[in-house]
């Protein structure tokens, strides 16, 4: 009963504290106004609440990341090597160069460019992230934009739809398709990749407002355990992987209805 | 001299044709008319050029000369030879409207229902609202005897049933004429029949086709006219009586009695 | 050459503030010859090099995890199997970095254990662990070192890949297709034989994509050693680009980190660069060398 107690006095505090809202002091901390105690309540409660950050981090970054990746596939595809070029050499440098540099980097141009909210990890690292996954979404599209079966186009021209119709309709339906297993992959990278932008990527950590690696290693690291805080953290991962794939897969399997076989 | 009215005028003319790939010289200069009403049908052995000319009609490949006029709508061209492109894309787009055309290998696009399929052109080429082109998708799925199969995806049919629903598609955008490329080729021979009985019906409607094929008793049975082509040229043509019973031309008569021995 | 450089210096202070017109190019070129070799500057490409030597034992580790992982997926034993699953699949669900941050840890800890109860601490009465907290005695407590921290980073990095190079082991294995370990057990090989002799060999094919790809992740995670307080080229990259002023260096200048980062990420290129080009090679002589196709016509 007391540790049914203690763990909702611990969403009380801590359910958003990765947002900066709730309990200011952190459990263990040694400044005045903290003082809550290290136990699993506090420690789990924590962890899920920076999860909620890296969910946010990774979902912002593959949906607008989306658009760019889009755009990039399709110029990468033309025939002009002046707007080939570019495009390749793009996705090249950002599929070419370590994540953790380019958070460095980027970090470091916001600060030049004296960029307010940009040189906070929530706004800069975001950018970052949009940049990275685009580049590798984009390798992905444009992979999957080539083999659209040339029959299905054909047809569409000679039923004079014209060219955004064929891409809206019969190009861009197959190409997600194709691209979809290897979209499903990137997902879960970026997802995963969410988890260095706390860890001094550059990007400073305001009022302790972390992701869910974050607090892990704040709580190895004040008690010198890490058989507690890691295999906590790593459970979360598991268990929102786990929800992303099947996500992916319900996906997968509407877009690719129209193999079912029922004959 | 009174003004030649849109319905008196041939509803496809083509005149000198010419086309080639790379150095294979495909079409020498092909004039062929078809009349409202017509059924006209190409013959002649594989690479004589028939589905090429086929396709120039409505424009999937661009001759290096000569003239096409739809409904007495001559096509504008520019640049010249290979390059040589259509001039106006709204003009392109609006005779392949109006000519539907039906493939060897189906082209059903395969991430659609059958029923999406035929409501796609009409909905983003002729515009018109979602129940409109559902209806006439109704209607012409029933026409080609499919109506059941509305909500199956291509995959799920077989052959006969895609052609037929391939021609529903076509026959839904209301063409001045409909082209159809070796309609049967791609389909076991016990499947054939459902779609020679689809395209024979159609055209004892009097309606306007182009029609390749290499089934010569169905061209026999279905034709107002028939053309034999022969290395990129038109060797001889006319009434189906005229060609397959009294062929003239030494080609003409080779070729007959292979297909006949086949 | 040496001698000379800081009198250069002294004129090139200026050139680095708002009076840089009117040194030569030549004067500039010799500065920053000077600036590149100081003591401290060379330990940026010897940070470089520990990178390089970490890859290269980094490698050997998880392949051989990977085989033993892929191999004991296979295994009849179902403890083993179960073990080797799990161990082959937990990267598709895990974030790398949470284990290079745990590994090296753990391994510390294990070792602090068994120096505390095994040899130091013996009759310490404090416990290890205390509710929450991991308290070794004074004397088990290891100091971690330069050393340490690297050999535990390759031991953390050899697991992760091994676990990544296990999934494309097994992949591999599994798309040699039956009829060739048949026809071999056919010919009278024994298990072991065929393994060696035709489902290896041609694992190798399969595999080598994927294996292409791992190479390139592998060197993009480099740089989080970084976070494992490794003193790698980002560390080092941060402490030479700090602005430095004339009080505390020869060679003052303003803050050059994102220069020294973005010259970072051109060694990266290069590196993804290089590696893409040896893999596309790699993979030519693999197909030349055996292909499954004319596999009938040829030498059975």
Known sequence: MEFVNECITALDSYAFRSFGLGERGLPGSTNAKGGAPINLCNITVLIGSGMLRNILFGAVALSTGFFLALSLALLKARDEWYLTAPARAFIYTFRGTPLLIQFFIGYLIFASLGAGVFRTAAYGASVVLFFNTACYSAEILYGAYRPVPNNDLEAARAFALRPFDRFRDITFPTMMRLAWPAYTNEAIFLFHATTIVFLGAGFPVRRQSGDALYYAQYFAERTFNPFIAYPIVGLFFVAVTAMLILLMRTVQVYLNRHLRNER | MPPVEPQDQPVIALSDIHKSFDDLHVLKGVNLTANKGDVVTMIGSSGSGKSTLLRCVNLLEVPEQGSIAISGEDLSFKAKGHSRLPANASQVNRVRANLSMVFQQFNLWSHLSIIENVMLPQRRVLKRSKSEARQRAEDTLRRVGIDDKADAFPSQLSGGQQQRAAIARALAMDPAALLFDEPTSALDPELEGEVLRVIKSLADEDRTMLLVTHDMRFARDVSDKVVFLHQGRIEEEGTPAELFDNPKSERLQQFLSASVSR | ?300
């Not at chain 3, 509710?131 to 992760?160: D, H, K, M, S, W």
Request: proline residues 4%.
């Open chain 3, 1 to 300: 050459m040496f001698e000379y450089c800081p009198a250069i210096a002294e004129q090139v202070k200026i050139a680095l503030g708002d009076e840089a017109i009117g040194i030569s190019v030549q004067e500039r070129l010799q500065w920053f010859s000077c600036y590149f070799t100081t003591k401290k500057h060379l330990s940026i490409f010897r940070a470089g090099g520990v990178v390089m030597l970490i890859l290269a034992f980094t490698v050997p580790v998880s392949l051989c995890l990977g085989f033993m992982g892929a191999l004991g997926k296979a295994s009849r034993w179902p403890v083993i199997s179960q073990i080797c699953t799990i161990y082959v699949i937990m990267v598709r669900g895990i974030p790398d970095i949470i284990f290079f941050l745990f590994v090296p840890l753990a391994i510390e800890i294990g070792i602090e254990y068994f120096l505390h109860k095994a040899i130091y601490c013996r009759d310490v009465v404090e416990p290890f662990f205390n509710g929450v907290n991991l308290q070794p005695c004074q004397e088990a407590a290891i100091i971690p070192t330069q050393f340490n921290r690297i050999v535990l980073a390759i031991v953390a990095y050899g697991i992760v890949f091994g676990s990544f190079a296990a999934n494309i082991i097994d992949g591999g294995l599994k798309a040699v297709p039956f009829g060739q370990r048949e026809t071999g057990a056919a010919f009278g090989l024994s298990r072991f034989q065929v393994f060696r002799d035709i489902h290896l060999p041609q694992m190798w094919r399969f595999a080598l994509p994927g294996f292409s790809n791992l190479w390139l992740i592998l060197i993009k995670a480099t740089p989080l050693l970084f976070l494992l307080g490794i003193q790698d080229i980002i560390y080092y990259a941060d402490l030479l680009g700090k602005m430095a002023t004339r009080r505390y260096s020869t060679y003052p200048h303003g803050d050059w980190k994102l220069w020294y980062f973005i010259a970072l990420g051109v060694f990266y290129l290069g590196l993804t660069m290089i590696s893409q080009q040896v893999f596309s090679r790699l993979e030519k002589h693999f197909n030349k060398g055996m292909s499954i196709n004319n596999a009938s016509s040829g030498r059975v």
